[in-house]
């Protein structure tokens, strides 16, 4: 299979992946979503008219007021299109198109900080956050687990082998956001080293906006790092150890070459792909956030914005959320594979 | 698989410090499971949310050990539910007598006091409280009668520290005391020194007495002692036993972490397996479906199941198997590729032997291991899945899960107030639990791929 081939199949894949993954998330809080936009449409109309008092003196009984409030309601909701059921096909044709384009809409609930209700706003607006926090950590996480992975690799069995798989194995199976709830206890409350909201006071208009995030973002940063290292660690010494059995290894063993030099030179080299793809993955994982953990730490990112809008059903957001979460994930899983046909000839070849 | 190969498995196993180690905390989180079925019933854990049923435990108690290590003792919460009882009577009058002792040994006051009993009465019988101190002193506390009944109708009745009437009674027996006990409380002043504002050691004995004309009976006599302290893992805010929330967590979250990831690996084994044997067109589509799920942002669409469909666990549990078997299923189909050239399924193929007996009787034993291993390795995912969304607030209220504990300790901000046995053990359960199974997955692990051991 040519090169080109393979990209065009994995990248139409990929497309139809996104689609299908809009269409479940519509189809999951679109009847939800109809009734309380129909509620405000009916709310939104009554309020306007009983600012009116002219309306309501205007009509000689009750009855006909009533008629021409629903009217009025009706003639609103089918100009919004929510006559229609949310599962026909006109109008899910049309929100998947806008959402292609990127046109999210306004957000029913939700405003920015800076008070815009375009959900295109709120999300550039909690995007860099989630970036700074997560991904910083990740990068982090994969730096300190490279190197503690590359080392135990060259030492295993050995003290300091074995007190990496230890830490790895112990801190994956802990629940960062418990983690979370113990440092905030201990560095929060008890030593008042760390705020324990990660949310800064200030707004982000001021000078020392930048300086105050920082300071904020420090004990969720440690916390992910703390819990996170110990399992790429492991997962980087695996991938070594299994390298430096295959023949070549031993090969360059039995001319003479240096253990650490195998390890530092060529086995890592060979470790490369695996690593990479797991690092493709974690870091438009980290986009996400962690849901939960953004909400021990009130951290203002993308989780959290997430689990308000599923928590008030603004399925604007929730829809551009999933959206851009699953195109960041597909787009990392594309570039996984192809950096890992790059290095790796082999995959290429087979299926 | 052999007999043979499955015992070299186990013997394997034997030998790996790790799995037996998880083998030994599964073996403690089991028989606490059964304990906990046996011994705490059903209507108790069900009644967890109901804050109505842990009206007589006290509000955010430290667990009574914490005594042992600190040099001020903190008083006790006491339920003292079995009184000695004695009844006299001469012709007119019939005395039921209630003796509740009370050790005690603490450097601070109780919180309040409550007495609560259930009787059926005629006519107002005569109810008389009183306290016998360590010192010898005796203090009567309260000499009321019941509201008047014509007919015999069973009735609860609740005296109260906070009562002003015991307060009054008290104040009438200011003589004994050296000090202005004005302004002190009634549990301060029955327990206080006669000296000094400080609590009196020793054992009390608390006397209820009842005076009625008819026979009658007392059920249900309950004298609660309010402390600081209580149980083995103290209470939360909303004066819930901790204890009972922790033990009864660890069925539920053996049942979601194990049924979920049988679930999943079964699937995920039989859907990849199944893909990889038949290859071509039917292994492209379903791969291709396998990449639709595999893309779905998991945690994000549990909530939105949770929040749209249901919170039910079993519901929960369902979901959890639609995301559980994605990864399985694509590392079992690249087994089965491999399994599917050697040369006995080549042979089975064609002597004619059935698709499901091929895949049943050739491949999956083949698969057995690493399904073993991923198995317990998906147990702990579960788990603390579970934990985040109840964490969340999107538990199933009906069942108290670790989660749950610690979504409520952190809405209550147990962390700023210090209550550190609310949230520690829930979190140090969930972490072992998945230790426990990380242990066992990793030496199967290291069955099933020898060359990670060197």
């Known amino acids: ?351 | 698989m052999s007999s043979e190969n499955f015992s070299e498995i186990r013997n394997q196993f034997i030998s790996n410090k790790m799995g037996m180690t998880g083998i030994g905390i599964l073996a403690v989180l089991v028989s606490i499971s059964i304990y906990s079925i046996v011994s705490v019933p059903p209507e108790t854990f069900q009644e967890w949310n109901n804050p109505g049923s842990w009206i007589l435990y006290p509000k955010s108690a430290v667990p009574s050990w914490v005594n042992y290590f600190s040099t001020e003792k903190i008083s006790e919460h006491k339920i003292l539910d079995n009184p000695s009882i004695s009844k006299d009577s001469n012709n007119e009058l019939f005395l039921n007598s209630h003796q509740f002792a009370l050790n005690f040994n603490y450097d601070t006051f109780p919180n309040d006091f409550i007495y609560i009993f259930s009787t059926k009465y005629q006519n107002a019988p005569l109810v008389e409280l009183s306290v016998l101190r360590p010192d010898g002193i005796q203090l009567d506390l309260q000499r009321t009668s019941l509201p008047f009944r014509e007919n015999d109708s069973t009735s609860e009745q609740k005296i109260f520290s906070t009562d002003y009437q015991i307060k009054k009674n008290l104040i009438l027996q200011s003589d004994f005391f050296q000090y202005n006990i004005k302004n002190k409380s009634s549990e301060e002043i029955i327990f206080s020194q006669t000296q000094s504002d400080m609590p009196l050691k020793g054992n009390y004995v608390f006397f209820l007495n009842v005076y009625s004309v008819d026979e009658l009976e007392i059920v249900d006599s309950k004298l609660v002692i309010g402390g600081k302290s209580y149980g083995v893992m103290g209470t939360d805010e909303l004066r819930r036993d901790l204890a009972i929330g922790l033990v009864w967590g660890t069925p539920l979250a053996l049942f979601i972490g194990i049924v979920v990831s049988v679930a999943s690996v079964v699937m995920g084994l039989l859907y990849g397996v199944y893909a990889g044997f038949r290859g071509k067109k039917t292994d492209e589509v379903m791969m291709r479906f396998n990449d639709v799920i595999y893309a779905l942002p998991a945690l994000p669409f549990l909530i939105i199941l949770s929040v749209t469909i249901s919170n039910s666990i079993f519901v929960l549990i369902g979901f959890l198997m639609i995301f559980g078997w994605v990864g399985i299923a694509k590392v079992s189909r690249s087994m089965s590729l491999q399994i599917k050239t050697r040369g006995y399924v080549e042979a089975a193929k064609t002597m004619g032997q059935t698709n499901s007996k091929i895949i049943f009787k050739h491949m999956l034993p083949q698969l057995l291991p690493y399904a073993f291993a991923s198995i317990a390795i998906s147990v702990p995912a579960a788990i603390t899945t579970e934990a985040g969304l109840s964490f969340l607030g999107l538990g199933d209220p009906s069942f108290p899960t670790w989660g749950q504990i610690l979504h409520d300790a952190s809405t209550f901000g147990a962390a700023a107030r210090g209550l550190w046995w609310w949230i520690l053990p829930p979190g140090i359960m969930i972490a072992v639990t998945g230790l426990a199974f990380v242990f066992i997955g990793n030496a199967l692990d290291a069955i099933a791929n020898p060359k990670l051991k060197r």
């Open chain 1, 1 to 351: 299979m040519g090169i080109k081939r393979y990209i065009a199949t994995r990248a139409i894949t990929m497309f139809a992946v996104l689609m299908i993954t809009l269409l479940i998330t519509i189809s999951l809080v679109g009847s939800n979503m109809d009734l309380i936009l129909k509620q405000g449409v009916t709310f939104q109309v009554r309020s306007e008219i009983s600012e009116n008092p002219g309306i309501a003196e205007s009509f000689a009984s009750v009855d006909e007021f009533e008629k021409y409030v629903q009217d009025q309601i009706e003639q609103k909701i089918s100009n919004l299109g929510l006559n229609e059921p949310w599962y026909s096909p006109q109008r899910i044709g049309i929100t998947m198109y806008k959402i292609l384009i990127l046109d999210f809409g306004n957000a029913t609930f939700l405003i920015s900080d800076s008070g815009s209700s375009d959900v295109k706003d709120i999300i550039l607006e909690k995007l860099p956050k989630t970036i700074l926090l997560f991904t910083s950590a990740t990068i982090i996480i994969s730096l300190i687990g490279i190197l503690l992975g590359a080392v135990s690799a060259n030492k295993v069995g050995r003290a300091i082998d074995k007190v990496t798989s230890t830490f790895a194995i112990i801190s994956s199976s802990f629940p960062v956001w418990w983690i979370g709830m113990l440092m905030i206890f201990v560095f929060a409350f008890t030593y008042q080293i760390f705020p324990a909201r990660a949310t800064p006071e200030i707004s982000s208009s001021e000078p020392g906006y930048i300086g105050a995030l920082l300071y904020h973002m420090a004990l969720p940063l440690i916390t992910i790092v703390l819990i996170g290292f110990g399992s790429w660690a492991y997962l980087v010494r695996n991938f070594m150890v299994g390298i430096t059995q295959e023949d070549f290894i031993a090969a360059k063993k039995s001319i003479g070459i240096s253990q650490k030099k195998i390890i530092f030179s060529h086995a890592i080299k060979n470790a490369a792909p695996p690593i990479i793809t797991v690092l493709a993955l974690s870091l438009s994982g980290s986009l996400g956030g962690a849901i939960i953990t953004e909400a021990v730490f009130d951290w203002p990112g993308m989780g959290r914005l997430y689990f308000e809008a599923i928590s008030v059903m603004d399925l604007p957001v929730i829809i551009a959320a999933t959206y851009i979460l699953t195109l960041f994930f597909l787009i990392s899983i594309l570039v996984a594979d192809l950096l890992y046909g790059y290095f790796d000839p082999r995959v290429r070849t087979g299926t």
